[in-house]
């Protein structure tokens, strides 16, 4: 059943009603004042759109609906970040992982593993081409910088075969890549290696305009309140922005 209609429409609905019962109120009278002078009065247009209204098509009337229902929540848009995410998939390591640990997406939406590397993602791979996504998400790399160690060239050669098998498998999706989460200084004096970041997701950046893929910065999104203890992982609060920011970028 519908959701009740709200006092806006219902008052839009009113006047509609009131148009209508003027028109019968008027043929009649017409047609009334026809017979006092001897003619007929003719009142076909009028009969005519009387059925019209009667016979009106159902699910044109419940678009109007929908349209009068858009305007009164001045075109905000009220789905949930699950809903949005419909036919959408987030790929990556244990940091995408919290969207469904967090139950801020389904877990039909975000295909994880902790710990993976760029060269680890053939079970990944063949789940995206399970579930067919039209958008997939990209969350990788954090694993990389250190097991590339500053090489960007390598990670990049690395990154692009996975783009690769990605269109391979799944043609018709459309890739957006993110880009690395910055870290705290407590995670970059644990592994120095992660201080390089900027330069990763600069060369991914590129990489992303070669190839002609959207790129999500999301630099300006962490604060240091997001992060966990180990400078790296984030809280349970960040992931809604964080996936707000990928729904946006995609216009999903």
């Known amino acids: 059943m519908r959701k009740k209609i ?3 429409i219902r008052r839009q609905v009113l006047v509609l009603v009131c148009v209508v019962a003027i028109v ?3 043929v009649f009278f017409v047609r009334w004042i026809g017979g006092l002078l001897g003619g007929r009065a003719d009142t076909s247009a009028g009969l005519e759109y009387i059925r019209q209204e009667e016979a009106g098509d159902v699910s044109a009337i419940e678009e109007k609906i929908d349209l009068l229902e858009e305007q009164d929540n001045n075109g905000e848009d009220t789905r949930s970040l699950k809903e949005k995410f419909t036919g959408a998939v987030v790929v990556g390591d244990s940091i995408a992982e919290g969207l469904s640990v ?3 997406l389904n877990a039909s939406s975000v295909v994880s593993k ?3 590397h760029l060269d680890e993602l053939d079970d990944q791979i ?3 081409k399970e579930l067919k996504p039209g958008v997939i998400f990209l969350a990788l790399g954090m694993n990389d910088v250190p097991a590339t160690n500053g090489d ?7 990154y692009g075969a996975v783009l690769e098998k990605i269109r391979e498998e799944v043609p018709d999706a459309h890739i957006f890549v993110n880009s690395i989460f910055p870290v705290q200084d407590k995670a970059v004096e644990e592994e120095p290696a992660l201080e390089k970041i900027s330069d990763y997701n600069s060369a991914l950046a590129e990489l992303c305009d070669r190839e002609r893929i959207g790129f999500i ?11 966990e203890e180990d400078g790296i992982h984030f809280k349970a609060d960040f992931y809604p922005v964080w996936a707000e920011h990928m729904a946006e970028v995609a216009a999903l």
């Open 152 to 158: 960007t060239e390598a990670f990049v050669e690395e």
């Open 114 to 116: 902790i710990g993976v």
């Open 24 to 26: 019968v109120i008027l």
């Open 217 to 227: 910065d999301n630099s300006s999104l962490v604060a240091d309140g997001y992060y």
């Open 6 to 8: 709200n006092n806006s």
């Open 126 to 128: 063949s789940r995206l």
């Open 102 to 104: 967090y139950d801020v």
